[in-house]
């Protein structure tokens, strides 16, 4: 477990266990879009030594939100991303290792604009860089032209990589907020180095 603290309040994140399955997929369900995770995908990061899904409770015990990242490849992040992997290339790492990819972030409303984010996502960078990994990659979703993450991003010094079109488009089971059905949301790929990176 994990403590965060923000101004006066504390929270815990802590892994995920079978019993907050169905609660972590309801809370991404309205964070994210219904059915873009389904239980089964969630529950597999339990027992994972590559795939991470963290619940951040408050002091009540109340869920606030989660986080979810794991280990892979450039490749698949372009395969992913829709983008060709020459995009990739150019960064300043050593290329055909594992990467970390942040899948999803996800913040109760009452407790958005708090920084909750930021702080989840120094968690992660944290925990990849004890793993070795090189390089930290996310693909932010674009609702009307906002990225919902975007002070998160900022405050963890991400760079800029990519636009990404149409990404969840072929999720045929995804119900977009935004678009009422099947998902038409662009993304913007970032990515931060984290070897030598002492921030």
């Known amino acids: ?7 006066s309040l504390s929270f815990s994140l ?22 873009l995770y389904s239980s089964e995908e969630i529950a597999s990061a339990i027992d994972s030594s590559d795939r991470f899904f963290y619940l951040l409770q408050d002091q009540r015990g109340e869920t606030v939100g989660y986080i979810y990242y794991y280990i892979t490849t450039e490749e ?16 300043p790492f ?38 070795s990994i090189e390089a930290v990659f996310i693909v932010c979703w674009k609702p009307k032209g906002t990225i919902q993450l975007q002070k998160a991003i900022t405050e963890c010094a991400f760079s800029f990589l990519s636009i990404a079109k149409n990404v969840w488009y072929n999720d045929t089971r995804l119900i977009c907020p935004y678009c009422k059905g099947r998902c038409t949301c662009d993304a913007e790929v970032y990515y931060k180095l984290l070897l030598g990176d002492e921030s």
């Open 14 to 35: 802590k892994k995920i266990e079978k019993k907050d399955v169905e609660q972590v997929r309801r809370l991404a369900d309205s964070c994210v879009g219904e059915n």
């Open 94 to 131: 050593h290329h055909g290792g594992r990467v970390g990819k942040i899948q999803s972030v996800g913040v109760n409303h009452e407790y958005r604009g708090m920084g909750i984010s930021t702080k989840m996502m120094e968690f992660v960078l944290d925990e990849l860089k004890k793993l």
């Open 1 to 7: 477990m994990h403590n965060i603290y923000i101004n």
């Open 76 to 91: 698949r992040i372009a395969e992913y991303s829709k983008l060709d992997e020459g995009i990739f290339q150019a960064l």
